[in-house]
């Protein structure tokens, strides 16, 4: 039997604050914008207190999404990688002059706003420590603050996931500043602890939530595909990295009596945009972006994508069959995360070194007309971190243990 959480008297809204550092793609800040929804939505009826919140990212036209109720944005300017290293994405400064500038903004948000619960996407202190000196001052001004690190389910090959947890000194020291990490996955699928990507001495801070797949459309605006004939659906995520399969999907052959819709995504630059769009076979439309894909999805008769967490979600919280040509360089997180969910029936698989049109078009061919029962893996994970947030005000947490972590 599940007990309802105590109610408390006060009337005084819960501050909470989310922060992604937002380099590369739309999947940070989509992530915890899906979880700033759910909290605000159920949150209020756990604790029988209201939320006012602030989402902290580094890219301003995620303003384009819809926001949950009592919260805003907090935009910092916007970085990206270029050969491997973090540089302005816009502004014109010098990366050292750029970090310091975020970090005052990070400052200033975080004691001015003086939140009862962050969330941090990933990095626990952000981009180049940005974050680490906000988050310190934060902790020694208000002890009661819960802090939470969440994690996607796949972090990176483990060998290369173990060693960033030492790039900032023994891990171990974490527990004085975190009090819990979200792992936003099935540990059915993936066990990002098993497999050595979490130090095992920060295990007993790990919660599982499920995927972060159903409600996500909370998130978006639906839309129309534009066209009343069954389409297939293809994205390449934020775009900024998925040049070498779109041009690959816009020459594959598209199935008869279907149309094929071509989602670029918003990084992707005009020149290359206008490329593909010359290059699309019959039958074929290329757009840069398009509201709603969480939808359209359901209604696609297929589905080929890159295996980045949140297309993936997006995929698992439909029926719709699915093929993940997954980035390979420079992380293989998506490649673990593809061979996982094909492991269990959720997925199919083709490498890019496979890669060809022929072989996308001939798997379109057969998977229009077929369906997949994904009901098997937990992925409930947008109500379930809710109901973790709102247990964080009412639990005791590990105290720190003094053993360290083993490098």
Wanted: with cysteine; proline share 6%.
């Amino acid at each position: 039997m599940q007990h309802m959480l105590p109610q408390v008297a006060s009337a005084q809204p819960v501050r909470v604050v989310l922060y992604s550092h937002d380099s590369q793609g739309l999947g940070h800040v989509r992530r915890n914008l899906s979880i700033a929804h759910h909290i605000a939505r159920h949150f209020p009826k756990l604790t029988g207190r209201p939320v006012a919140g602030l989402l902290v990212s580094g890219l301003p036209y995620a303003s384009t999404f819809p926001l949950p109720e009592g919260f805003d944005w907090v935009f910092i300017p916007s970085i990206h990688k270029a050969e491997g290293a973090y540089a302005s994405r816009s502004l014109n400064a010098s990366t050292k002059h750029l970090i310091g500038l975020r970090s005052q903004l990070l400052h200033a948000c975080l004691l001015g706003f003086n939140p009862d619960l962050v969330i941090i996407d990933r990095h626990i202190f952000g981009v180049m420590r940005e974050l680490q000196t906000p988050l310190i001052t934060l902790r020694q001004r208000n002890p009661e603050v819960r802090v939470v690190l969440g994690l996607r389910e796949v972090l990176d090959a483990p060998e290369v996931a173990h060693a960033e947890w030492f790039k900032h000194g023994d891990p171990q020291n974490l527990r004085h500043l975190i009090d819990a990490i979200w792992v936003y996955g099935d540990r059915k699928v993936h066990n990002p602890v098993a497999a050595g990507e979490v130090p095992e001495c920060l295990a007993d801070l790990v919660r599982f939530t499920g995927y972060l797949a159903q409600g996500r459309e909370l998130t978006e605006v639906p839309t129309d595909p534009g066209h009343a004939t069954p389409f297939i659906l293809s994205t390449a995520g934020g775009g900024s990295d998925g040049y070498q399969l779109l041009q690959t999907l816009v020459r594959s052959e598209v199935p008869d009596g279907y149309q094929h819709l071509v989602v670029a995504g918003p990084q992707l630059n005009n020149r290359k945009l206008l490329k593909l769009q010359a290059k699309a076979v019959a039958g074929t439309r290329v757009v840069g972006s398009l509201p709603g894909l969480s939808g359209l999805m359901e209604q696609a008769a297929a589905v080929i994508s890159m295996g980045g967490y949140n297309s993936v979600n997006e995929i698992l919280a439909t029926d719709t069959p699915a093929l993940i040509v997954p980035r390979e360089t420079p992380r293989t997180e998506q490649l673990i995360r593809a061979r996982a969910l094909q492991k269990v029936g959720a997925v199919d698989l083709l490498q890019v070194e496979n890669l060809t049109s022929a072989l996308t078009g001939a798997w379109l061919a057969q998977a229009v007309g077929s369906r997949v029962d994904r009901s098997g893996i937990k992925r409930n994970g947008l109500t379930k971190t809710a109901k973790l947030a709102a247990e964080t005000f009412t639990i005791t947490y590990p105290s720190p243990q003094e053993e360290a972590c083993t490098a």
